[in-house]
């Protein structure tokens, strides 16, 4: 069966600071992968998406960055943190026949 | 520019009573519709999935529907509990992208 894994669970964080949070899915070969992110009291946010290794697709072209080194690895990333990136980030695999989605149990990003 | 809103934002039930929540998307073109539950701080847990061909699907106490003409779909649950307390997000899909979007959510808290 398909798992997805994401860590850590909860980050606090200093503003400056350098963010990388890993998403990591077993079970499955190329998948699609997103990153959202979900604000206290908002929707989800589409960050970045991947339909390949090498591929990345922004939405919201702010100081976070996203890769995918390996087929079933996607890593977000930034060089400085802002207090505005506080949040609850979730990674999601699809596959590319029903497209359905699955999601991670999500990072708690805190940023002080 | 595909819009997804949910109404209600929260809606307050006693313990046995069926229910209906909405969803409505702008964009007919939609590849498929995916309903999803989620639990405080918790990722988020596929319920069902429709695909643009499909009127309904059914798992156990909860049916959703999909008409794709008037851009709405419903999740009906039968005889609520109170382990049905969470919000409910329904996130589309539109043809031609692998992008999903998703609507702000129903709190729904059932009473015992």
């Known amino acids: 069966s398909q798992t997805i894994h994401q860590w850590p669970a909860t980050l606090v964080q200093p503003v400056g600071s350098p963010l990388s949070l890993e998403c990591t899915v077993e079970?499955?070969?190329?998948?699609?992968l997103y990153w959202y992110r979900q604000a206290a009291g908002r929707g989800l946010q589409l960050l970045f998406y991947?339909?390949?290794?090498?591929?990345i697709s922004s939405e919201v072209p702010q100081n976070l960055s996203a890769s995918r080194p390996q087929d079933r690895q996607f890593i977000l990333s930034s060089k400085k943190l802002l207090l505005s990136d506080s949040g609850f980030y979730l990674c999601?695999?699809?596959?590319?026949?029903?497209?359905?989605?699955?999601f991670g149990p999500g990072t708690r990003l805190t940023v002080t | 520019k595909q819009e997804v809103t949910q109404i209600p934002a929260a809606l307050s039930v006693p313990e046995g009573e069926n229910l209906v929540l909405n969803c409505s998307f702008t964009?007919?073109?939609?590849?498929?519709l995916q309903w999803f539950r989620q639990d405080p701080g918790k990722g988020l847990t596929s319920l069902l999935l429709?695909?643009?061909?499909?009127r309904e699907q059914t798992s156990g106490r909860l049916n959703a529907s999909l008409d794709k003409s008037s851009g709405r779909s419903t999740l009906y649950i039968a005889a609520s509990q109170p382990g049905d307390s969470a919000t409910y997000l329904c996130?589309?899909?539109?043809?031609?992208?692998?992008?999903?979007?998703f609507g702000t959510g129903t709190r729904l808290k059932v009473l015992a």
């Open positions: 999601a695999w699809s596959v590319q026949i029903s497209y359905e989605q699955y």
């Open positions: 079970g499955t070969s190329n998948p699609n």
């Open positions: 991947s339909v390949g290794i090498g591929q």
């Open positions: 964009d007919s073109a939609i590849y498929n």
């Open positions: 429709i695909q643009s061909s499909q």
């Open positions: 996130a589309v899909r539109t043809s031609g992208t692998y992008k999903y979007i």
